[in-house]
Nanobody, 123 residues
Framework: QVQLVESGGGLVQAGDSLRLSCAAS????????MGWFRQAPGKEREFVAAVAGSGGSTLYADSLKDRFTISREIAKNTLYLQMNSLRPEDTAVYYCAAKSGIYSRNYYAYTYWGQGTQVTVSS
């Protein structure tokens, strides 16, 4: 079992930055790929970014790769998402997810999920 707890969300203004964190516990480590997804009200869950178990390879949604950076500290069992130049359309609940094996941009491929953290960007 893997437990995931996100933090770092909040209310910011357009153009601001935020860093989300996801603390993992249980059976974690380099054998698990991790990812960030987001879901806005009335919309489907959307892929944001993913990182390989080793932390050496990353994958991004094309529309976000210039502003968002995913990283992980395996020793601390922590996943991060640095978000810069935030826009009102980035407003959503952001979820951390984990899966064994290779990373994926498909949310249904992930086994473990956090409870989510709200990010609200005002104009």
């Amino acid at each position: 079992q893997v437990q995931l707890v996100e933090s770092g969300g909040g209310l910011v203004q357009a153009g601001d930055s935020l860093r989300l964190s996801c603390a993992a516990s249980g059976r974690t480590g380099s054998s698990y790929a991790m990812g960030w997804f987001r879901q806005a009200p009335g919309k489907e869950r959307e892929f944001v970014a993913a990182v390989a178990g080793s932390g050496g390879s990353t994958l991004y949604a094309d529309s976000l790769k210039d502003r968002f950076t995913i990283s992980r500290e395996i020793a601390k069992n922590t996943l991060y998402l640095q978000m810069n130049s935030l826009r009102p359309e980035d407003t959503a609940v952001y979820y951390c997810a984990a899966k064994s094996g290779i990373y994926s941009r498909n949310y249904y491929a992930y086994t473990y999920w956090g409870q989510g953290t709200q990010v609200t960007v005002s104009s």
